[in-house]
């Protein structure tokens, strides 16, 4: 036990020489977590709780075990109050499936921490345990495609096709036949062409609705793959967000240096939101381990140090949006526009009707005068 302890320890102080923040940056201590956890929960005024089947060992924090139906938690429970942090979370997500687990968990900046309730609360929750139309920023660690097409492939691809394949690379449609397609694109307008597992990140102000069987395709602001699951070795993720700048890094492949996964600019995070951890299984399932958590606060510039971010709405630029949301919104307003004209053009065909008929009875009358 006490050998565990010491090697834990070791392994603590060695990441954090290892992934230096550099000048202007520190720990807080109400925002990191680490082993020995028996000292993190020891006391009623601990600044992490745990929520739903959420279980504590000497090795890990497990939001969910690897079975179905389990939902949990790891909420901090004081607000951050600057503007400007990073992150470090090293964890495990592992189990006994091979083709099939699931679901991935979420990192959380959040305005309203879900603190009370029970497991099937969360189960219940459609965003990996936790709410719809939350208010600030999802970090989504996802193993597993729910969308029904199962549209899960990278390009270049190679499928087959027998007929209503439309258009069919310079061949006439709807021919009758076979034809093995080397496509090296993808046309969907979502461009949905990553494979599992994928880190997305989503900002929600509390009006968007995240379409689960979707995969919140269409809320998804950047993204990456990542093959993080079932790994021998340490994986760890990093978010950064600085000067409105949200900037997301691995490393799965146990090299000690961080790789990019995105980086957005124009993102809009207020202060005191919390930070939060969530899983849910349903019919499948997997092992989702929290091992630590190390937050940093970042220096801020004058101009940073003025502003008043208390009350921002978060906000991500349109154009990161979706493409979706963009192109319905097209054929939204185009079918609007077809039913204005179509309606108009039935006015003017009744109009006309009703003066063509005006102008008959009124010819005829004049003409009977005449005789």
Known sequence: MYFITIIS???IIFINLTFEQGPGSFEVRE???SRPYANVFATSHSYWQLTGN???TDRYIRLTSDAQSKAGG???TVPVSYSDWEMHVSFKVHGGGTTLFGDGFVIWYVRDPKLTGTYKTYLKSPVFGYADNFNGLAIIMDTYSNRIDNYNHIYPYISTG?????????YADHFNGLAIIMDTYSNRIDNYNHIYPYISAVINNGSLHYDHD????DLNIAGCEAAFRGRDIDTLVAIRYQNNRLTV???IDGENT???CFSIDNIQLPTYYYFGFSAATGELSDNHDIISVHTYQLDLSEQRQKEDRKNIIPSAPSAHMGQIDDDTAKTSKWSTLKIFLLVLLLIILCLSGIGAFYYMKQHRYHSSRLY
């Open 9 to 11: 320890f070791v392994c």
């Open 31 to 33: 925002h990191s977590l």
């Open 54 to 56: 959420t279980l504590v």
């Open 74 to 76: 790891l909420w901090n």
């Open 162 to 170: 027998t007929k209503d394949y439309s258009p069919v690379f310079g």
């Open 214 to 217: 979707r995969d919140g395709a």
């Open 249 to 251: 890094s691995t490393d």
């Open 258 to 260: 961080w790789k990019e």
